[in-house]
């Protein structure tokens, strides 16, 4: 594919020389997607990930609980070149083939590289950790082969100029799973690529009762943005957040045994080209036809009444809305930190200057050595804001943002049952019309009709008894994917929880690093 | 040049100036400080050895603006002209956790009952601490008249210290704080013209020189410290927010969560205690801006003298050449030399000791500071471990 010239984020500064030897490698491997094998991760490595979790990594594969991280971080800027940094390793989903109700399924969020901020990139972008099975879990493993696979969406690159522009990601699979034609194998997909599979995905299997997860929101101002071209640091964060919501979304449909069947995210994965989805636009007709059915749906919603001989349905429905509000709630605060700390993070840097202007002034020398050593444990004290800033959001907020969008997905696999019941509901007052037609027929003596009324009754009859099977088979399949899902949000939000917390807590450890190394300084004046 | 003694608790709280109450023979401290509405009374209690008073241990209610009136005398005493005079104790305020109280008023049908009697604890706070940095500050006033040789002498100061009544008689009336604003502009238009009098003394153009510039930058240091504790403080605020809404959310049995709550509530104050060293910061900045003000009224001061002396020069040359009130002309030069090289004298004393003082200060200010930033870090990190490990191995 063909391409501008890779938007790759600007280099850290002080590791010029390791970028543009790394950037290099990026052009070549770029010029063929298929096979990439080694190249995929290298090229990926050009962005300024810095791997000091990778130390994490092998720790959390040793499954050791502790936290062991305090010689593993170095207060430098550096990447860290010595171990390969491998793409893929914290992105596993490890999953059976088998369709059945057990986990054995990982929810990996994958790497959240750093964000092409132009100034401060974090040095180290803390990812969340894998969590590998524990010995309960594989015992619960039903018998079925254990296949892997990984994905990433990485590399964003801007095609085309002005309104037509759009970005384009690679979307690299890694898989053992024989149903794949190669091992490994990237393509080229643009945004609306991701809606088109989400609709396909949407229009097959929704009807069945499954969840769906949902694809990242459409951003007109985020993508004009984009479009016209502003190399700011507002829109290469916008494009970050975009690539890194792609990688969870697909991680989470892989997730997902049946979707995975599906020859729709197989094509998606491993096709080279793929034909533009077209009614994904908000603004074209099938988009407008959509619009009109969701509020046709939603009106519908609030007639049913459905006649429940399960209490389970009514009452778990209604915890998911309760849980929707309150997370939105959540959500809400985290992102009112994360804003706060953004400004703590320029108010900082601002005294940091003005500490050194007065300490460039001060006349005794040693107070003003210090203070200039004052300014500077505030300058890195602005790094680590921006840095826990960073955790902050793409740790905890989009989590919670994730969690409101799929428990309106939730709610939606209700709302399919409801309408499978609903038409079970005609059906059997449909059949209960003809029947009484042919009574009627009987009673007033014409046989020659009473033919085709006893045709109708027998499609009828067998139409009620499908639809009672269908309703039987969501039934069955909602109480599956709620579960599956419950499980999934219990380990997904630990997960990253404890991600959180060990972000705070690195923070809090670079603090301490910086004011002791400050100490002695501060003594030091006479 | 002091000696900084560590032993009692106060001590640690006076950071901004250390020479104080090293003297037993007059020792002042402000234990006490009722609030009400919006006045603020401080209770002084005064230990002496000296005879000049009556009693040799006694403590006295004052207002704010009694201090506003010692500090306004001391001012306009002319035989102090040529000393740094202690800046005086800016006014309490309680803007900030009024807005509070207000808001928490507002909005107390619409929370819940822990969130209320979350919010009114931290209210309760943040009200305490103003109340201890007001009290710190109107203290470290009058610790610095009474250690100072000649102020502590002060008719006025001991009047301030004795007078058993209300001191409201005493206080300006309308005409005089007219007749201080009037004073304060004509200052303000004198400093540019004495800024452009010739300077003989190098010490004292070096002095000039550096007070202004350096009062602008600490200036500016104080207002950006300020906002960045601000900031500060607002994400420990958001820290509670987010406890509170887990809360809500934590009715299942998920212990992550629980987990989190307790971090994010500690957190929070360990944020709020962390803000709290940054502020100690802010006031050692924002207490030597007014310091330096005060520096740079006695140079103003000393210059004034120096324009005078030189005018009385041109006025003694014209009576000569004209000969009428020669002698006159002449008490009058000699006047203005004698005031002029006193406040040289004991200005250019003044002004080798408040280095002094100033560098001990900040020392003394960014050590605490450092040693409390680590300590809370710290406090932090064992927490957060122990909750990791805690939701590891579940």
Known sequence: ?526 | MTSISEDSDKEKVRSVSVDLNNDASLVIDIPDALCERDKVKFTIHIKTTLSSFQKSEFSVPRQHEDFIWLHDTIVETEEYAGLIIPPAPPKPDFEGPREKMHKLGEGESSMTKEEYAKMKQELEAEYLAVFKKTVQVHEVFLQRLSSHPMFRKDRNFQIFLEYDQDLTVRRKNAKEMFGGFFKNMVKSADEVLISGVKEVDEFFEQEKIFLLDYSSKIKDATAKAEKMTRSHKNVADDYNHISGAMNSIAADNNTAFKKTISVCVLQKLEDRVASDQELKLTELLRYYTRDIQAAKDLLYRRARALADYENSNKTLDKARLKGKDIAQAEENQKQCLRKFDKLSESGKKELTSFKARRVVAFRKNLIEMTELEIKHAKNSMSLLQGSIEILNSN
Request: aromatic share 6%; net charge negative.
């Open chain 1, 1 to 526: 594919m063909s391409g501008g010239c890779g938007r790759n984020p600007p280099p850290f500064p002080d590791n010029e020389d390791q970028e543009a030897e790394l950037d290099t490698r990026v052009l070549d491997s770029d010029e063929d997607d298929d096979d990439e094998g080694e190249d995929i991760f290298t090229g990926a490595r050009s962005k300024p990930i810095t791997p000091t979790s990778a130390p994490d990594e092998g720790d959390i594969f040793s499954e050791e609980g502790s936290y062991i991280r305090s010689d593993v971080h170095h207060a430098t800027n550096g990447l860290h070149s010595d171990e390969e940094l491998d793409l893929f390793t914290e992105a596993t989903v490890e999953l059976t083939l088998t369709n059945t109700t057990s986990q054995g399924r990982r929810e990996i969020i994958g790497p959240t590289a750093s964000a092409c901020n132009t100034t401060h990139v974090p040095n180290s972008i803390l990812k969340p950790s894998i969590v590998t099975k524990t010995m309960e879990e594989l015992e619960e493993e039903e018998s079925g082969d254990q296949f892997e696979l990984n994905i990433a969406v990485t590399n964003p690159e801007k095609i085309g100029d002005g309104m037509n522009a759009y970005m384009s990601y690679k979307v690299s699979t890694q898989t053992t799973l024989p149903m794949f034609l190669n091992k490994t194998f990237s393509v080229r997909r643009r945004f609306s690529d991701f809606l088109g599979l989400y609709e396909k995905i949407s229009a097959k299997h929704s009807l069945l009762g499954c969840i769906i997860p949902p694809p990242p929101q459409k951003s007109v101002v985020g993508m004009t943005k984009v479009k016209v071209g502003k190399e700011d640091s507002s829109s290469a964060e916008f494009v970050e957040k975009r690539r890194a919501a792609l990688e969870r979304y697909l991680q989470r449909v892989v997730a997902h045994p049946s979707l995975l069947q599906d020859p729709d995210v197989r094509e998606f994965l491993e096709r080279d080209e793929l034909p533009r989805a077209v009614n994904t636009q908000a603004l074209s007709g099938p988009g407008l036809l959509k619009m009109i059915n969701r509020a046709s749906d939603a009106v519908n919603k609030m007639t049913i009444k459905m006649n429940e001989s399960d209490n389970w349905f009514e009452s778990k429905l209604q915890e998911v809305e309760n849980e929707e509000q309150l997370l939105r709630r959540l959500h809400a605060a985290v992102d009112s930190l994360v804003n706060h700390r953004k400004e703590l993070c320029i108010n900082t840097a601002v005294f940091s200057k003005s500490v050194a202007m007065l300490g460039s002034v001060e006349e005794n020398s040693a107070l003003s050595r210090a203070l200039s050593q004052l300014a500077e444990v505030e300058d890195k004290m602005e790094q680590l804001h921006q840095q826990q800033a960073f955790s902050d959001f793409f740790i905890l907020a989009e989590l919670l943002a994730d969690y409101v969008r799929l428990l309106g997905a939730v709610r939606c696999c209700f709302e399919q049952r409801m309408k499978v019941w609903q038409r079970l509901q005609e059906a059997q007052s449909t059949l209960q019309k003809k029947r009484e037609a042919e009574a009627k027929l009987l009673w007033a003596n014409k046989p020659e009709k009473l033919q085709q009324a006893k045709d109708d009754i027998n499609e009828w009859e067998s139409k009620v008894s499908q639809y009672e099977r269908d309703f039987e088979r969501v039934t069955c399949t909602v109480r599956k994917e709620v579960l599956r899902f419950e499980k999934e949000k219990a380990r997904d939000f630990k997960q990253h929880i404890v991600k959180y917390l060990e972000s705070l807590l690195h923070t809090q450890h670079r603090l301490v690093k910086c004011w002791e190394a400050f100490l002695p300084e501060a003594k030091a004046i006479a």
